[in-house]
């Protein structure tokens, strides 16, 4: 059997000795100068050309990684940049957009409001139910949706970015077609219902000058036309309508116009006549008290008398006559509401 013992480790003195004199002995440059023909000597030590190899590549380690740092950066910031300005500018569309509306809403407010005018005017109502409320009436209905009011400095500043929005640039042009379209609707809707409101009322105007309500509301008793006489017997021809209704209730204007008399006779007992446009006039018999005097402004609804049972009566009602250029006509052909 074989035995082998490993002595200590001997040093490689004359490797390291070698290693020591690479780095820390000194190189000889030898320059001559071309002009002068002088010999410069140089002494570099020999850890010189290795410090600065490593010196050079570590700063240009340096710059290559702070170079890739700038070009990511600012691709970064460029990319940041491109998405505040699309931000921005879809920030400005859907103001833009929301300005619409409210454009659009404001327009379709006032709709609302004359279409409710024009149904109110076109509406066949009973005048004789007004009279009362009719100022706060007219008070309310004086009351127009208002518009958009001044712009405050915010919304100022953004109306300036809206003027600038260029149509082909726009990320929601189908939007603003929708939103442009309707605008333009409603838009014209409203022009279409002022016109047409306006055209209502002066037929609504022209609508009070016709008697075509009762004067009382009651019974029909006689009608226009041939008919014997409670009180002579004999045929003849009841030139008006008798609606009967209890003493003292309400008479009222069939339309407008003013008080052309007020007067008794035995026939009529106490009566009063209101002349109206196109010479028309009305006339209201056997009447207990008259409210209206001579010459005084009468609108359709107005109460001017109560029922009575004056003059050639046989119980409280209302002789109701309908004249026009002085002939007699049939009032029914004039009422509308009874």
């Given at each position: 059997m074989l035995f082998s013992k490993k002595g200590p480790k001997k040093i490689n003195y004359k490797y390291k000795d070698n290693l020591k004199k690479k780095f820390f002995?000194?190189?000889?440059?030898?320059?001559?100068?071309?002009?002068?023909?002088?010999?410069?000597?140089?002494?570099?030590?020999?850890?010189?050309?290795?410090?600065i190899?490593?010196?050079?590549?570590?700063?240009?380690t340096i710059a290559i990684l702070m170079t890739a740092n700038y070009i990511i950066n600012m691709k970064t910031t460029l990319e940041l940049e491109n998405l505040r300005d699309e931000s921005l500018g879809l920030q400005s569309e859907v103001e833009a957009l929301n300005s619409k509306i409210r454009n659009i809403q404001d327009t379709v407010n006032q709709v609302n409001y004359y279409s409710d005018k024009i149904k109110k005017v076109t509406t066949r109502s009973d005048d004789r139910k007004s009279g009362t409320n009719s100022k706060s009436t007219s008070q309310n209905e004086?009351?127009?949706?208002?518009?958009?009011?001044?712009?405050?400095?915010?919304?100022?500043?953004?109306?300036?970015?809206?003027?600038?929005?260029?149509?082909?640039?726009?990320?929601l042009?189908?939007?603003?077609?929708?939103?442009?379209?309707?605008?333009?609707?409603?838009?014209?809707?409203?022009?279409?219902?002022?016109?047409?409101?306006?055209?209502?009322?002066?037929?609504?105007?022209?609508l009070q000058s016709i008697p075509d309500i009762a004067p009382?509301?009651?019974?029909?008793?006689?009608?226009?036309?041939?008919?014997?006489?409670?009180?002579?017997?004999?045929?003849?021809?009841?030139?008006?309508l008798d609606i009967a209704a209890p003493k003292g209730s309400p008479i009222y204007a069939t339309a407008?116009?003013?008080?052309?008399?007020?007067?008794?006779?035995?026939?009529?007992?106490?009566?009063?006549?209101?002349?109206?446009?196109?010479?028309?006039?009305?006339r209201y018999a056997h009447t207990s008290i008259i409210y209206a005097k001579e010459g005084a402004k009468i609108k359709k609804g107005d109460i001017i008398?109560?029922?009575?049972?004056?003059?050639?009566?046989?119980?409280?009602?209302?002789?109701?006559?309908?004249e026009v250029n002085g002939k007699k006509h049939d009032p029914e052909n004039f009422i509308v509401l009874w």
């Open positions: 002995d000194t190189h000889t440059i030898l320059y001559i100068s071309k002009k002068t023909g002088k010999t410069h000597i140089f002494h570099i030590p020999g850890i010189l050309p290795p410090f190899l490593l010196v050079s590549t570590s700063i240009l004086s009351i127009i949706p208002s518009g958009i009011g001044p712009l405050t400095k915010e919304e100022y500043e953004i109306s300036n970015k809206v003027t600038g929005l260029k149509y082909e640039s726009l990320e042009k189908s939007l603003f077609d929708i939103a442009q379209e309707s605008e333009f609707r409603t838009s014209k809707q409203l022009e279409d219902l002022k016109h047409f409101l306006v055209e209502a009322q002066k037929n609504a105007l022209k009382v509301r009651g019974r029909l008793t006689s009608t226009f036309g041939w008919r014997v006489s409670p009180f002579s017997g004999q045929g003849r021809i009841h030139f008006g407008n116009g003013i008080v052309l008399r007020v007067s008794q006779s035995d026939d009529f007992g106490k009566f009063i006549e209101i002349i109206h446009e196109k010479k028309m006039v009305t008398a109560a029922v009575g049972n004056t003059g050639h009566s046989t119980g409280p009602h209302v002789h109701y006559e309908i």
